[in-house]
């Protein structure tokens, strides 16, 4: 072999190496590209990751408040609505004990009377307050009292700002538990007050005789 096919060989070698440590250095930077994309592509992967559980905590964590804030409103809104109700309730209870009060002394549950009950005899005793002893009347059954008063009546104009007393006729019925000598009843009417005495009946005893 000449020279100058020697030279020519040794150029081919050289450009030969030269080739492979270039296709050697593009190799290793080409698999550090794509080293580095992958990490960049895994990092970027777990930032979604924990941003979408980061998002979606608070978002459970929002609907959870929310549900709570409605759930607060509404039991605060019952409470309200029943402590309103109750006092609705409560004034109109009121407002039926002051008619029913008013309604018993027009539709005739007063006079107020005490009944005493004795072995021998019952005693009612009545407030009849401003009433005369002629416009008061007693009748009585074995088992029923029924005193009826009249007292000062008002002009129907009357502008009350307060109405407590008796007032027109009233009518009082009171039922006996046990029966009375109606024939021995006593009544009478000393400083307004109405005292009746009903002696009770009392059982006749026969003794038998024993054969």
């Known amino acids: 072999?000449?020279?100058?096919?020697?030279?020519?060989?040794?150029?081919?070698?050289?450009?030969?190496?030269?080739?492979?440590?270039?296709?050697?250095?593009?190799?290793?930077?080409?698999?550090?590209?794509?080293e580095a994309k992958d990490k960049a592509l895994m990092k970027t992967s777990q930032i979604k990751k924990d941003t979408g559980t980061k998002t979606a905590a608070i978002k459970d964590e929002a609907s959870e408040k929310t549900t709570e804030l409605k759930e607060n409103t509404e039991k605060t809104r019952k409470q309200a609505e029943n402590k309103i109700n109750d006092f609705i309730n409560s004034l109109k209870g009121k407002q039926d004990e002051l008619g029913k009060t008013l309604s018993d002394y027009a539709t005739g549950e007063k006079p107020l009377t005490d009944i005493i009950s004795s072995p021998e005899s019952f005693i009612i005793k009545a407030d009849l307050p401003g009433v005369s002893k002629e416009d008061v009347s007693v009748h009585i059954t074995e088992d029923l009292v029924e005193i009826t008063a009249k007292f000062e009546d008002y002009p129907e104009d009357a502008d009350f700002i307060k109405k407590e007393r008796n007032y027109g006729e009233v009518n009082r019925k009171i039922k006996l538990p046990e029966l009375v000598e109606v024939k021995k009843a006593s009544a009478k009417f000393e400083d307004s007050v109405l005292t009746i005495e009903l002696p009770k009946v009392k059982e006749d005893k026969i003794k038998i005789e024993i054969d």
């Open 1 to 34: 072999m000449d020279k100058t096919s020697k030279t020519k060989e040794k150029a081919i070698e050289v450009k030969k190496g030269a080739l492979e440590k270039t296709l050697d250095a593009k190799d290793k930077a080409l698999d550090k590209t794509l």
